[in-house]
């Protein structure tokens, strides 16, 4: 089922599977969300959880035991269930299953809560640890945001502007799969921004850590924007489908990354996982404001 939010600005849609954002439409007919082209790339803003990225062999292990787990975890396929609706809110939850016990062997609540206020819409996940053991989980999002955003403009006149004064480091990866290297190297900014571009996605995907909290998708020769908020967010993920010329970004908030290259991660021991003691309540708040 998709359910709708509406403001005076902004006309939001969300799919139950994943709780995806289905659309964010302006009052002038503006579409910013991606829309899934399955060319390139089906899904739209995927909400990951409890693995960003990927295990290696999809194999991770907790307390010497392995289990599987897909990319991105197991949330983006499941349908999640209304907890709240209203005009300008909803919130979307899921529990535990003997589905998930099979490969995520922990008791929990999953929820996400979509606020729309004028031209910001909120993001706050939240995880409750219905378990009699600490949890183990990263979080994160994954929307793609259609480029250009007006007629007369290309792909290559839009940037990511980081506000005044800002710096940034790249978590290397490999080509293509975004296994990690376990490096760090800084990432030269121009102007605080970083020019896109469809070679910047020619082989693999940007990662930052270690840069501002905040970064707005612009272009100097247009009016209409995006700034994504991600105050507790340690990584920021900047991808389209590699090697094409789709016209899209995904900027990606990320508490935790894949898995380093021929590392199978033990999650107890990880150092971007997050620890949820048992009867433990977890938020992270994020926003995406459009103008």
């Known amino acids: 089922m998709i359910h709708t939010l509406k403001s005076d600005y902004l006309t939001v849609q969300i799919n139950e599977k994943g709780a995806q954002l289905w659309s964010i439409r302006t009052e002038d007919g503006t579409e910013y969300l991606w829309q899934g082209d399955p060319k390139y790339w089906e899904d739209r803003a995927l909400n990951l959880f409890p693995q960003i990225g990927l295990c290696t062999n999809n194999t991770y292990t907790l307390h010497g035991r392995e289990y599987k787990m897909d ?56 995880v409750d640890n219905r378990d009699s053991q600490t949890m183990y989980f990263s979080v994160g999002g994954h929307p793609g945001f259609n480029l250009p955003l007006e007629e007369g403009l290309a792909y290559d006149d839009y940037c990511l502007q980081f ?9 290397e990866c490999t080509p293509g799969d975004c296994i990690m290297l376990d490096q760090i190297t800084d990432y030269p900014l121009i102007h605080d921004r970083i020019p896109l571009s469809h070679e910047l996605f020619a082989r ?18 247009g ?3 995006v700034t994504v908020t991600y105050p507790d967010m ?46 433990g309540h977890y938020e992270n708040h994020w926003s995406i404001q459009i103008v």
Do not use: N
């Open 71 to 126: 990319i991105h975890g197991f949330i983006k396929d499941t349908v999640l269930a209304p907890a709240e609706c209203g005009d300008s809110r909803l919130v979307l939850a899921c529990e535990d299953t003997e589905e998930t016990r099979a490969i995520y062997p922990f008791r929990f609540r999953y929820a996400i809560a979509y606020t729309l206020d004028r031209q910001t819409l909120d993001i706050t996940v939240t």
């Open 234 to 279: 340690k990584y920021l993920g900047v991808w389209k489908c590699l090697g094409t010329q789709a016209p899209y970004v995904c900027i990606e908030p990320w508490t935790g990354v894949s898995a380093r290259r021929g590392v199978v991660e033990a999650y107890e021991s990880h150092p971007d996982m997050i620890h949820l003691a048992p009867g």
């Open 204 to 221: 693999r995907v940007l990662i930052l850590t270690d840069m501002p909290r905040q970064v707005t998708l612009m272009s100097d020769k």
């Open 163 to 171: 506000p005044a004064g800002a710096t940034a480091k790249r978590a």
């Open 223 to 225: 009016h209409k924007r």
